[in-house]
């Protein structure tokens, strides 16, 4: 009888999710390339676990996924708890001790006489320090596709692409085009609509590429929640309605996905890469440094931070043992600061030390509740601000934890499962399409597999 009950309710809950799908013109109801394993890994940019738990959140859609798959009780993030690394995370299984992604870009003029800063353009040759389960994909011959990912730009093992600042001569760009959806001139401009309009065109872009390339891992990211709890802190009706809006948009790629004919094969996995908490005091890191010499034309180690809302890196240059210990005791003790580390002591949380990667601090700051990290070298180090999101606190925070949900192709129907590392969302993948990964830090999560098999590194 239970489990008779069980197959019903998984029943119930398919057709609930997609009685209704609105039908696609007959026109891009492509058939299927191929009859392989699918993959779809869908995004959700700072959903924390601490709001999918919410019992009358707006999210039919996910709700319907968690009952006939599996959901996560959390998913634990790695430091920093940002997106760049974090979406580097669940494609290389590895945290950022080895891929070396610490902010969202590349960390430039470091431990120079001048302010460093991030450059967002870099390819991900450049950025990423080691495989990713794309690349895997790719060398294996099965199309890959992305849409909005990050630290992914010129990345080879990308066979259709819709990037986060899309190229207006793009193909999937003039595929959208064609269709009405967009114009060019809207791609030009694309960065300066809101981040609801642009989760729309991305969803879109997605849409097409499953109807015209029917791809076998496809990476979509969407990012309204983030935007929005950036702006008005978490845990309100702000970013309950942005929840809706991106269950929506989570239906629209499932109903492709069926209208493709690829439904029957497809594994969806919807993730987050990190939580958010609300902040109202700002640190300035650059004021004490200021005043304390060490941004002075005459100085012997000048020293900059890059700010990053729940951390903040300091590089020196010429940075000694001596010289760090000065300033480790600059900030120690004073107000808003959680911790202090030097890059030994980050190690121990997964952090690269300086003789790794040339983007691994001479310090790492923490800020504590209700404190995040800006930019500003002048006035109070501390300033008051009304409530906004923040993130980059460390992994063991309790609303830095993102989220996870599979279901479809390959899943089980086990329901919660205990919390995990996103690290296991890589090799997860490679399992699912029967590809090797390598030696990665994650574990792929078998017991959540109907068929585990084994993949040889």
Known sequence: MRTTFHWLRNVVAAVLLFMGSAALPPCVQAAPAAQGPKV???????FGAASLHEPLLPAPTLQALMQRGVHAVSMQPINPTVTWPNHTAMVTGVNASRHHVLVNGLIVNQRTATPPGIDMGVPKSRLVAVPTVYDAAHRAGLTTAQVDWVAIEGAPGIDWQFAEHPRPDGAIEQDLVRQGVVTRDQLVQFGKSSQAWRDRIYTRAAIDIIQQHHPDLLLLHLLALDSIEHETGFGNNSGRNTIAFLDDRVKDVIDAVRAAGDFDRTTFIIVSDHGQRSVHQLLHPDVLLKQAGLQAVSASQPSFSVPDDGFALVFQQHATK????????????????????????????????????????????????????????????????????????????????????????????????????????????????????????????????????????
């Open 40 to 46: 779809i890994v869908i995004s959700l940019d700072a």
């Open 322 to 457: 001596a010289s760090i210990k000065a300033l480790k005791s600059l900030f120690v003790g004073t107000p808003g600061i959680r911790s202090v580390l030097t890059p030994a002591e980050a190690a121990k949380e997964g952090w690269p030390v300086p003789a790794q990667s040339d983007q691994a601090p001479d310090l790492l700051l923490y800020a504590a509740d209700g404190y995040a990290f800006k930019k500003g070298d002048t006035g109070d180090y501390v300033t008051p601000t009304n409530e906004i999101g923040a993130h980059g606190y460390p992994n063991s925070d309790p609303l830095m934890q993102g989220i996870f949900i599979a279901a479809g192709f390959g899943i089980r129907p086990r329901g919660e499962i205990p919390a995990f590392p996103n690290l296991d969302i890589a090799p997860t993948i490679a399992q699912l399409l029967h590809i090797p990964l390598g030696k990665v830090q994650g574990r792929p999560l078998t017991d959540i597999l109907e068929s585990p098999g084994h993949v040889s590194e």
